[in-house]
């Protein structure tokens, strides 16, 4: 099959950028071997950055596309739309504040097809913002997603991926779990098939950040689901049910003390602490049981009957027939 490449941009509140962000595409993938298009999602601004995206679609043609969602719903959602919609065998996600180089996009997809891999990471060796509040945080939590997901890289947070679309179909994004995109991929894939590369970062040239510390504890709490869902996925009974068996032996252990001391020794643990203590952990224990065999069941029922999105789209969805840029 020809490769074809469809580039996914969420903006949100980025008016002063999307225009020329829109633009540097077109010039960055002018030369492009192969077939592309763009898919512009707007994620409910407040601003005119709905405007500006709907103008450059009328000066640049059917090849790109705009997605207005109906009101804020993450960066996670919005890019899942994108992808949702597009067609190509390869797809390349930005971040709508132009500090990502378009210019990046096509050395990526390259490497991807020449190395035969299914995702091609982008790292920002050099970044071009805050050390406090960007790169420091960044810096933690690379090191401690690495450490819990089992895939090494420099940069998760970069949006500079490109991706085999054939692979990123069995990926599905919810919550804010764009940062976590390469662990879910070696779930999918080998991580072997996963790579990073240098990519360019530049200054935000307009517009103001979106992030601060407080996006640190959100990257704790989706690490733990990303945790649960890389390893239990499948088998959340063995997840609760490990808590289930440990509280129930010491439980059963205390239980089985106070036995030997009542009915061996003679002595009274109807007012001893440690009598309600094995009673509660052996109670802890079956309902920790019981919710893995409830977890199993919806588990099961979820992945086999729903097929649901995290996101609403204002309006008709884009028609399939749309134009490509690139061909005659």
Same mark, same amino acid.
């Given at each position: 099959m020809h490769p074809s490449l469809s580039v996914v941009i969420p903006f949100f509140n980025e008016g002063e950028n999307a225009s020329l962000l829109v633009e540097e595409v077109h010039q960055a993938l002018a030369a492009s071997p192969w077939p592309w298009e763009l898919i512009l999602v707007d994620?409910?601004?407040? !601003?005119?950055t709905l405007e500006r995206l709907r103008r450059a679609q009328e000066r640049f043609g059917s090849h &790109? &596309? &705009?997605v207005p969602l109906q009101r804020n719903f993450g960066q996670t959602a919005a890019t899942q739309a994108g992808m949702d919609l597009a067609r190509g065998t390869l797809v390349a996600t930005l971040d709508g504040d132009r500090q990502n180089d378009p210019a990046d996009l096509l050395p990526l997809a390259r490497r991807l097809l020449e190395e035969d891999l299914d995702l091609v990471v982008g790292w920002r060796k050099n970044r071009r913002d805050g050390a406090l509040l960007r790169r420091?945080?960044?810096?933690?939590?690379n090191r401690l997603i690495g450490r819990v997901t089992g895939v090494r890289l420099h940069d998760y947070g970069c949006s500079v991926k490109v991706y085999r679309a054939s692979v990123l179909r069995s990926v599905r994004l919810y919550g804010e779990m764009h940062r976590f995109i390469p662990a879910w991929f070696a779930w999918a894939t080998s991580p072997k098939r996963i790579a990073e590369a240098v990519v360019n970062h530049r200054p935000r040239p307009a517009g103001r950040s979106k992030y601060g510390l407080g996006r640190t504890f959100r990257v704790l709490l989706d690490l733990?689901? &990303?945790h649960f869902f890389l390893r239990y996925w499948s088998r959340p009974g063995h997840f609760f049910g490990s808590i289930g068996l440990a509280l129930g032996g010491l439980g059963g252990g205390i239980l089985t003390y106070?036995?030997?001391?009542?009915?061996?020794?003679?002595? !009274?643990i109807g007012t001893r602490p440690l009598l309600l203590v094995g009673v509660v952990?052996?109670?802890?224990?079956?309902q920790f049981l019981t919710t893995g065999v409830v977890a199993e069941l919806l588990t099961r029922t979820y992945y086999e009957s729903t097929r649901a999105r995290p996101y609403v789209i204002r309006g008709?969805?884009?028609?399939?027939?749309?134009g490509w840029a690139g061909l005659p």
């Open positions: 994620d409910g601004s407040t !601003d005119d &790109v &596309v &705009v420091f945080p960044s810096f933690l939590a733990l689901a &990303v106070l036995a030997w001391v009542k009915f061996a020794l003679g002595q !009274d952990l052996v109670i802890a224990s079956l008709p969805e884009p028609p399939s027939d749309r």
